[in-house]
C-alpha cells in the first residue's frame, strides 16, 4: 500500500529556533496538504498544495511559518522562530488532485514538542 | 467558513453494544463528509465516506447516516469490540471548483470495555 512519507517523526527544539518538516506523498499524487493537529482537537489544514502552487495557506501564520513545493513533488514546512505553542502534530496528506477526495492518504506525522 | 461540531466528547460502552457519534456542519455546499480514526500516536486513517447524494451507507459494523436538510450526519458502529477504542474524527468537505480540504470536527473518544 502507497505510503506519505514524513520526516522527521519526533522533534524537539527550544523555542526561537528554527524547525523543519518534510513530506513525499504518494506517487502521481497533485495535490499536498500540510495539517497541523494541537493534542484533542482534530487536524487544521495549513496549507494546500496543487503542484508547485499554494492553493490555500488562510489559516498559515505566515509570520513564522513558510512551506514550499519547488518541483511539485516533495514538501517543506519550516518554523521560525518556534514558539512554545507551536507543540503539536504536523501532519501531511495527499490526493490525487483537488477535484477529488480519492486517495485521501495521512502521513504518519512529526510530533512537534518546543520547550 | 465551514464549522463541524462534534459529540459526544468521550463515549464508552460495554463489549457488542452499539455505538453512535453526531456531526452537524454548517456550509450547506459541503458534499462529502468522511470518518477517521486514530490510535494513539498514529495517522488518523479513513473507516467510511459518504457523499451528498447518498442517504446512508453500510461497511459490515460500521455505517453513515446523513441528513442534508438538518446537517448532521452520525457514524454508527455495532457489536463494538476493545480494537475499536480510539479517537474518531468526522470531518466536511466541498470539492471540485472549491478545493478539498477538510475541516475536521473536534473528535470523540470511544472506550470499548470489555
Known amino acids: 500500500e502507497a505510503e506519505v512519507a514524513q520526516s522527521p517523526r519526533y522533534k524537539i527544539t527550544e523555542k526561537s529556533q528554527a524547525v523543519a518538516f518534510w513530506c513525499d506523498p504518494i506517487?502521481?499524487?497533485?495535490?499536498l496538504y500540510w495539517y497541523r493537529q494541537i493534542l484533542g482537537q482534530g487536524p487544521e489544514l495549513l496549507v494546500q498544495?496543487?503542484?508547485?502552487?499554494?492553493?490555500?495557506d488562510s489559516q498559515l501564520p505566515k509570520d513564522r511559518f513558510s512551506a514550499e513545493r519547488l518541483k511539485g513533488v516533495d514538501s517543506t514546512l519550516k518554523i521560525q522562530p518556534a514558539e512554545l505553542g507551536d507543540s503539536a502534530m504536523y501532519l501531511c496528506a495527499s490526493s490525487l488532485n483537488q477535484q477529488t477526495h480519492y486517495g485521501y492518504t495521512f502521513g504518519s506525522g512529526t510530533r512537534l514538542t518546543v520547550v | 467558513g465551514e464549522n463541524v461540531e462534534q459529540h459526544p466528547s468521550t463515549l464508552s460502552v460495554q463489549e457488542g453494544d452499539s455505538a453512535v457519534i453526531k456531526c452537524t456542519y454548517s456550509d450547506s455546499a459541503s458534499n462529502y463528509f468522511p470518518w477517521y480514526k486514530q490510535e494513539l500516536g498514529k495517522r488518523p486513517q479513513l473507516i467510511i465516506d459518504i457523499r451528498s447524494n447518498v442517504g446512508e451507507k453500510k461497511d459490515q459494523r460500521i455505517a453513515v447516516t446523513l441528513n442534508k436538510t438538518a446537517k448532521h450526519f452520525s457514524l454508527h458502529i455495532t457489536e463494538t469490540q476493545p480494537e475499536d477504542s480510539a479517537v474518531y474524527f468526522c470531518a466536511a468537505s466541498k470539492s471540485r471548483e472549491y478545493g478539498n480540504k477538510l475541516v475536521f470536527g473536534a473528535g470523540t473518544i470511544l472506550r470499548v470495555k470489555s
Open positions: 506517487s502521481g499524487h497533485a495535490t
Open positions: 498544495f496543487q503542484d508547485e502552487s499554494v492553493v490555500d
